[in-house]
């Protein structure tokens, strides 16, 4: 199951019998969840660009989502007692797709603070506790992903020469004041401007509060979620690729065109 994904680096976990659950009702769900994501590479300009919490790949990867018909649905569940609605409860998961009247529930955590996921997972938890959902799936960086940003970052630094704050204007880059303040003292102490840089930047954008597979797998592992199925699907490192020609004003262009489709990234 997901064999092409693993092969390509992918990580992948079923709990609480999701794998059974989507080979033997779901293996259409499976397919789909393949094409889409296998289709998905980042080049490290959208890494470095702008665009809120997102790559414009991982918005690419929305939009593949839902040309399949995985739609951003808002279940509301209402209680009443004798005729009289004590409760309104709504849960809005962003992608969401109907396989003969059964559904697979999907939310993409790229670059969101880590406590999403204790969002993400309690939705899916009270969504099949109701008998919303059949399973919940979980996409966010993987472990060689999270662990190379750096060396990623790095690469890209030097194929660029970024060695100052001119040349990240070059490049349409822009740190903060407070950001080009940090790099400033510490380059003062010695440091090159690229190590400095590289290391200010993956800090603040890809730090380790920020959504990724070690903060999923550790509160999957201590029942969060439980006992809704739930697959893990972590991004490896390989997706990003190099020397695609594209700048950071292609990545904003991108963006624009993916706002005005209703691809926005989710914070």
């Known amino acids: 199951m997901f064999e092409t994904l693993i092969d390509k680096g992918f990580q992948v976990e079923f709990h609480s019998h999701a794998r059974a659950i989507l080979q ?28 809120g919490g997102e790559t414009k790949g991982t918005q690419r990867l929305r939009k593949g989502f ?10 509301v569940v209402e209680r009443t007692i004798n005729g009289h609605k004590r409760e309104s409860i709504s849960h809005e998961i962003d992608h969401v797709k109907s396989f003969d009247g059964r559904e697979i529930a ?21 969504l099949h506790a109701d008998g919303a959902i059949s ?11 999270q662990h190379d ?19 990240l ?14 790099i400033d ?16 930047f993956v800090a603040d954008k890809y730090g380790a509060a920020t959504t990724h597979w070690g903060k999923l797998e550790d509160r999957v592992h201590r029942g969060v979620g439980n006992p809704c199925p739930l697959v893990l699907i972590g991004l490896p490192s390989s997706i990003v690729t190099f020397g695609e ?23």
Not at 24 to 38: C, K, Q, R, Y
Not at 66 to 75: D, I, L
Not at 135 to 145: A, C, D, F, K, Q
Not at 149 to 167: E, F, T
Request: glycine share 8%.
């Open 245 to 267: 020609g594209i700048t950071i004003a292609d990545v904003e262009e991108q963006e624009e065109e993916l706002k005005e489709a209703g691809i926005a990234p989710t914070m």
């Open 149 to 167: 940003m750096k060396a990623l970052v790095n690469r890209y630094a030097a194929d660029n020469g970024i060695n100052s704050h001119d040349d």
């Open 106 to 126: 999907c939310e993409i955590e790229w670059n969101n603070k880590d406590l999403f996921f204790d969002r993400d997972l309690e939705n899916f938890k009270r």
């Open 185 to 200: 003292k510490r380059v003062k102490l010695g440091m090159s401007f690229s190590e400095v840089w590289v290391s200010q």
């Open 66 to 75: 839902a040309a399949k018909g995985w739609k951003k649905t808002n279940f």
């Open 24 to 51: 033997v009702d779901f293996p259409d769900a499976m397919a789909e969840l393949e094409e889409v994501i296998n289709a998905l590479t980042i080049p490290i300009e959208e890494i470095i660009g702008g665009g």
């Open 169 to 182: 204007a070059r490049l349409g880059i822009q740190p903060t004041r407070r950001q080009a303040t940090a």
């Open 135 to 145: 399973v919940g799936i979980v996409i966010t960086r993987g472990t060689s992903l």
